[in-house]
């Protein structure tokens, strides 16, 4: 890879879109993801507590960065891993909504579905990334 490549705006889209082929890739680190997870579940419930109900979906931002980031710095089958998170946190909130009954408060309403989301999400991300690569295949 030549030296200027990876410098600037084009170089840096160039590297999140494809990885370089002779940069080793590894899988995602479990505990940043779980400490990122227990965050997001504590904030949201903080969020509710203090009442402000509608403000509690931004206790999903905190894992999706953290799978973007993971995906920024290269691990191995980054875009594969961030759509079955994505897909499978997703899945699991709904899920998650339809069967537990609404609480009567209603701030809390959206709190268990996306805690159950937020942690199946990066769970299912740091399983895909830990997938062994198929011997002969290059990865992007």
Known sequence: MPDDEGRGFAGGVRRFVRWPREVPRGPAQVVPLARVGLFSIAAGAGIAALGWGDQVVLMA???????????????????????????????SGVLARAAASAPADPDWADWPALAAGSLVALVAFAAVTRLPDRPGTVQS
């Open 61 to 91: 931002l905190g894992p999706v960065y953290a799978m973007a980031d993971d995906v920024i710095k290269g691990v191995r089958h980054r875009w594969p891993g961030f759509a079955v998170g994505l897909a499978a946190g997703w899945g």
